[in-house]
Antibody, heavy 120, light 108 residues
Framework: QVHLVQSGAEVKKPGTSVKLSCKAS????????LHWVRQAPGQRFEWMGW????????RYSQDFQGRITISRDTSANTAYMELNSLRSEDMAVYYC?????????????WGQGTLVAVSS | SYVLTQPPSVAVAPGKTARITCGGD??????VHWYHQKPGQAPVLVIF???DRPSGIPERFSGSNSGNTATLTISRVEAGDEADYHC???????????FGGGTKLTVL
């Protein structure tokens, strides 16, 4: 079955960067899009960006443009999300989520989430 | 940007019916998707395209969408249904995926 396994929790200082990973299994990695979504404490889910794994086309939310890079390694079935210039407001749980087959609209599987703490 | 509004909490007794709403401007013209999330766990898709259920989701879960409100209905509520429920749409005008604020379902 489909699994998305994310890397472990991170503690970062303001102004630094974090790079998270999301390893996929149970399906053909290059056939699906992979999104990144975060949830800050007490806040709603916030879509950050996505990668169309097959052609490496990426698109980012304007709220993160210039600070985010999504990449993938198809040989390792792994996607990555790097966020730069971290600030306290970036403290959140970050999720990867698979774009549903045949639909741009929703996510059919999610990773378990990675907690990123930002503190001086 | 498009905004989705959910009640913060809904409480229902076991065996009764829970209805969780998701409001948005003319949301009936969009497709609404629902996820549940239990503490410390990954979100799980429970309804897609307003009323379709993924395999493995009980028939007790249903959805509807019309006008300015989409509704997730959970019939014969069980203790295991206690979770946060989030609605989501794809906003074609912005090209963004948008979520509601989430509703905590409490089973009394």
């Amino acid at each position: 079955q489909v699994h998305l396994v994310q890397s472990g929790a991170e503690v970062k200082k303001p102004g630094t960067s974090v790079k998270l990973s999301c390893k996929a299994s149970g399906y053909t990695f290059s056939n699906y899009a992979l999104h990144w979504v975060r949830q800050a404490p007490g806040q709603r889910f916030e879509w950050m960006g996505w990668s169309n794994i097959g052609d490496d086309n990426t698109r980012y939310s304007q709220d993160f443009q210039g600070r985010i890079t999504i990449s993938r390694d198809t040989s390792a079935n792994t996607a990555y999300m790097e966020l730069n210039s971290l600030r306290s407001e970036d403290m959140a749980v970050y999720y990867c989520a698979r774009g549903a087959a045949g639909s741009i609209q929703y996510f059919d599987y999610w990773g378990q989430g990675t907690l990123v703490a930002v503190s001086s | 940007s498009y905004v989705l509004t959910q009640p913060p909490s809904v409480a229902v007794a076991p065996g009764k019916t829970a209805r969780i709403t998701c409001g948005g401007d003319n949301i009936g013209s969009k497709s609404v998707h629902w996820y549940h999330q239990k503490p410390g766990q990954a979100p799980v898709l429970v309804i897609f395209y307003d009323s379709d259920r993924p395999s493995g989701i009980p028939e007790r879960f249903s959805g509807s969408n019309s006008g300015n409100t989409a509704t997730l209905t959970i019939s014969r509520v069980e203790a295991g249904d206690e979770a946060d429920y989030h609605c989501q749409v794809w906003d074609s005008s912005s090209g963004h995926w948008v979520f509601g604020g989430g509703t905590k379902l409490t089973v009394l």
